[in-house]
């Protein structure tokens, strides 16, 4: 996962968009608010928080912003984003690798930023689902 973009920071805009989302992270039981924010191939921004309920069926960031995405009649996404609550890197969840996956090409990069919008890794889908199951 060593990348060329490691060190470098996420575009002002869009650090700000993922810290007011997950400011706004309904986390209660898991104290673990996250953000996300999608890039599609047409420019657009999705960005959405993770929200938490009892019956522990949560819908984390990555989902909620894909089917902003997918509301919006996008279809592919280019780049992912995710702002974690700590210093270390939060990487998305097994089932919303799958999701990304199902929307992403070889050229999709997954982002994972710290509080000054450093990234700390960088990855391709293949990176982070090898031997992904379906999608187009």
């Avoid at 912003?65 to 969840?93: F, M, N, Q």
């Avoid at 990234?119 to 990176?127: H, K």
Wanted: aromatic share 6%; hydrophobic share 40%; net charge negative.
């Amino acid at each position: 996962m060593t990348e060329a973009s490691l060190g470098k920071r996420a575009p002002e805009a869009y650090l700000a968009r993922l810290k007011a989302a997950r400011a706004n992270a309904y986390v209660p039981y898991s104290a673990h608010p996250v953000a996300a924010l999608l890039v599609t191939d047409s420019g657009e921004v999705f960005c959405s928080c993770n929200v938490e309920t009892a019956h522990f069926k949560s819908v984390c960031a990555e989902a909620g912003a894909i089917s902003a995405l997918i509301s919006a009649g996008e279809k592919r996404i280019r780049e992912v984003w995710i702002l974690g609550p700590g210093p270390k890197p939060c990487p998305p969840c097994g089932d919303c690798r799958q999701r990304i996956h199902e929307f992403a090409d070889d050229h999709t990069r997954i982002h994972l930023v710290d509080e000054t919008g450093r990234i700390m890794s960088s990855s391709g889908v293949a990176d982070l689902l090898p031997e992904a199951f379906g999608g187009p």
